[in-house]
C-alpha cells in the first residue's frame, strides 16, 4: 500500500472515530439544528456644517494649540455598533446542558458627521471652499475606514461563530453569548475603528496647512495675519 493511501486511510479512521465519540445530544445540536449566521450591516450618514465657531475655538477643541498648528476646520464623528443576538436553543435534561448556534447581527455606523469651518472663513468665499474641501477628505476616509472596520469584522465574526454551536449549561447560553460580544467583539471593534485615526493624521500634516495658507492667492493667510492682530 502506498504511504498516502495509509495517511488516507488513517484520516477517513480519526474522522470516524470522532463521530462515533459524539454524544446523541452533540448530534441533535450540531446536525439538526440550523447553522450560525453572522450578518455586518453598515450605514453611510451624511453631514451638516457649523460656520458659527471661531477657528480659535476649533484649535482649543482639537489640542493643537501646543504644536501652533490651528484649525481652521474640524470635523466630528465617531464609530458606532450594536449587536442582536439570537438563535435556536437545544435542551439536554440529562447533562443540564444547552446549545445555542448564535445568529448575530452587527450593525456598524458613524454618528451623525458635523463640519465645523471656522466663521472667519464665510460662506461661498475661495478660502471657505478650500477649508471644507480639506474636511471632506477627513469624511471620506471616515467612511473608507468604515468599509474596511466592515469587511475585517465580517471575517472575525464568521470564522469565530460558523462552525460548532456554544454549549453552556441550561439557561446561560444567550447569556455566555451576549458576555463574549460585550466583552470580546466590542473592544475589537473599536480597536478596528480607531486604526481609522492613522489615516486622519495623514491628512492634517503642517505640508497641507502650509498649502493651505498659499490657496486663494493668500487669503486664508490674510484673514489669519488680522485676526491674530
Given at each position: 500500500m502506498k504511504p498516502w493511501m495509509a495517511c488516507l486511510l488513517l484520516?477517513?479512521?480519526a474522522?470516524?472515530?470522532?463521530?462515533?465519540?459524539r454524544t446523541p445530544f452533540q448530534v441533535r445540536c450540531e446536525d439538526t439544528i440550523s447553522k450560525t449566521v453572522s450578518v455586518l450591516s453598515s450605514k453611510q450618514n451624511g453631514f451638516t456644517i457649523n460656520n458659527?465657531?471661531?477657528?480659535?475655538?476649533l484649535t482649543a477643541?482639537?489640542?493643537s494649540m501646543d504644536n501652533r498648528m490651528q484649525t481652521l476646520g474640524l470635523t466630528v464623528t465617531k464609530g458606532i455598533y450594536r449587536a442582536t443576538l439570537g438563535g435556536p436553543v437545544l435542551q439536554d435534561p440529562?447533562?443540564?446542558?444547552e446549545c445555542v448556534a448564535p445568529r448575530v447581527t452587527i450593525q456598524l455606523n458613524y454618528s451623525p458627521v458635523l463640519i465645523y469651518v471656522g466663521n472667519e472663513f464665510m460662506p461661498g468665499t475661495c478660502a471657505y471652499k478650500e477649508i471644507l474641501t480639506?474636511?471632506?477628505?477627513?469624511l471620506k476616509a471616515y467612511m473608507d475606514n468604515l468599509a474596511r472596520v466592515e469587511k475585517v469584522v465580517t471575517a472575525a465574526?464568521?470564522?469565530?461563530?460558523?462552525?460548532?454551536?456554544?454549549?453552556?449549561?441550561?439557561?446561560?447560553?444567550?447569556?455566555?453569548l451576549e458576555h463574549e460580544i460585550n466583552g470580546t467583539w466590542f473592544p475589537f471593534i473599536q480597536a478596528e475603528f480607531d486604526k481609522g485615526k492613522i489615516e486622519q493624521a495623514r491628512i492634517d500634516t503642517p505640508q497641507e496647512y502650509a498649502r493651505l495658507a498659499q490657496t486663494c492667492n493668500g487669503e486664508i493667510a490674510a484673514i489669519m495675519n488680522r485676526r491674530r492682530k
Open positions: 484520516l477517513a479512521a474522522s470516524v472515530q470522532a463521530a462515533q465519540q458659527q465657531l471661531p477657528y480659535r475655538a477643541r482639537t489640542g440529562a447533562s443540564g446542558y480639506h474636511e471632506q477628505r477627513h465574526l464568521n470564522k469565530r461563530f460558523a462552525g460548532q454551536p456554544m454549549y453552556a449549561p441550561s439557561g446561560t447560553a444567550m447569556s455566555a
